[in-house]
């Protein structure tokens, strides 16, 4: 029974930055595996960033690797996305995911290896 907020999402220019924000409810959000993923109009459901429980280790899509950063404060049950240097194909709606473990390393990119899902917050990049 965990409940993801999303928020911060927005209109801004290309090249510009945000930064998207998930609120976790829940005891044990601290060992939940959290990730990041986005879709836009016609395409499938889309990894973008992940990252462990113990924030030792993150990950990312190539698309945004090097502009985009995900973090956690477990202390206040909250997951983040830094988004630089924003590009056109970035708009999407941006989701935050929750697990509690993985399969393996692999499921990591899967958006079906994620039991708990937030609403969503659009983000779009004008050109």
């Known amino acids: 029974q965990v409940q993801l907020v999303e928020s911060g999402g927005g209109l801004v220019q290309a090249g510009g930055s945000l930064r998207l924000s998930c609120a976790a409810s829940g005891r044990t959000f601290s060992r939940y595996v959290m990730g990041w993923f986005r879709q836009a109009p016609g395409k499938e459901r889309e990894f973008v960033a992940g990252i462990s429980w113990s924030a030792f280790n993150t990950y990312y899509e190539d698309s945004v690797k090097g502009r985009f950063t995900i973090s956690r404060d477990n202390a206040k049950n909250m997951v983040y996305l830094q988004m630089n240097s924003l590009k056109a194909e970035d708009t999407a709606v941006y989701y935050c995911?929750?697990?509690?473990?993985?399969?393996?390393?692999?499921?990591?990119?899967?958006?079906?290896?994620?039991?708990?899902w937030g609403q969503g917050t659009q983000v779009t990049v004008s050109s």
């Open positions: 995911a929750a697990t509690p473990r993985l399969r393996d390393s692999t499921a990591r990119r899967e958006s079906t290896a994620y039991d708990y």
